[in-house]
């Protein structure tokens, strides 16, 4: 069975500070990833996704950057986290005509 | 232009009762899908149903329903006998064949559920 690994669960940076995010998934091959970010009480953002190693698809300009650098692992970079870079941030993956497996999540506050 | 709207923020129900969750979309793609997710308070988000928009009848998993509406261009979610268990954030999202795979979310209903 497929499943998706996010990771860490929650982290505390400082402003200025690099951010590292990492998805990995098992069980199949090709999928699309997203990446997510959620504001407290809001809905999901989508910020990234890929359908293929390299492919990386931005859906809003910002101080993130997103890279596939194998078939099964998304990660979700900045080189300097700003205040506004806090949130929870999802990791998904799905195929066409199919729901998005989500991750447990990332919980980042940046102070 | 917001291509899903989930115009309740929050929505409170009877337990045992029904509920409907709104949602409409946009998109002149013939070809979609949309999808219903459920947040509890824990963050995970937990696919509910799915409907294609070619399917012919409406989607249904267990006690939830979708009421497909093609020409109105909503997709809103039925929840027979509510339980607590249900009090959760919901979103209503959508595919669009053309756009290369993009998965977009509303902005949820939050839904509690009275004992």
């Known amino acids: 069975s497929q499943t998706i690994h996010q990771w860490p669960a929650t982290l505390v940076q400082p402003v200025g500070s690099p951010l590292s995010l990492e998805c990995t998934v098992e069980?199949?091959?090709?999928?699309?990833l997203y990446w997510y970010r959620q504001a407290a009480g809001r809905g999901l953002q989508l910020l990234f996704y890929?359908?293929?190693?390299?492919?990386i698809s931005s859906e809003v300009p910002q101080n993130l950057s997103a890279s596939r650098p194998q078939d099964r692992q998304f990660i979700l970079s900045s080189k300097k986290l700003l205040l506004s870079d806090s949130g929870f941030y999802l990791c998904?993956?799905?195929?066409?005509?199919?729901?998005?497996?989500f991750g447990q999540g990332t919980r980042l506050t940046v102070v | 232009a917001q291509k899903i709207t989930q115009t309740q923020p929050g929505m409170f129900v009877q337990e045992k009762e029904a509920v409907t969750l709104d949602c409409t979309y946009d998109?002149?793609?013939?070809?979609?899908?949309l999808f219903w997710y459920k947040q509890p308070s824990s963050g995970e988000m937990i696919f509910l149903i799915y409907?294609?928009?070619?399917?012919?009848q409406n989607a249904t998993e267990g006690r939830y329903s979708l009421n497909f509406q093609k020409a109105r261009k909503s997709a809103n979610l039925v929840i027979s006998a509510s339980q607590l268990g249900d009090s959760a954030m919901y979103f209503c999202?959508?595919?669009?064949?053309?756009?290369?795979?993009?998965?977009?979310f509303g902005t949820g209903t939050r839904l509690a559920v009275r004992p």
């Open positions: 998904a993956w799905g195929r066409r005509n199919t729901e998005a497996f």
């Open positions: 069980g199949t091959s090709n999928p699309n």
């Open positions: 890929s359908v293929g190693i390299g492919q």
């Open positions: 998109t002149s793609d013939p070809s979609y899908g």
């Open positions: 409907q294609g928009s070619y399917d012919q």
């Open positions: 999202a959508m595919r669009e064949g053309s756009s290369g795979d993009k998965l977009t």
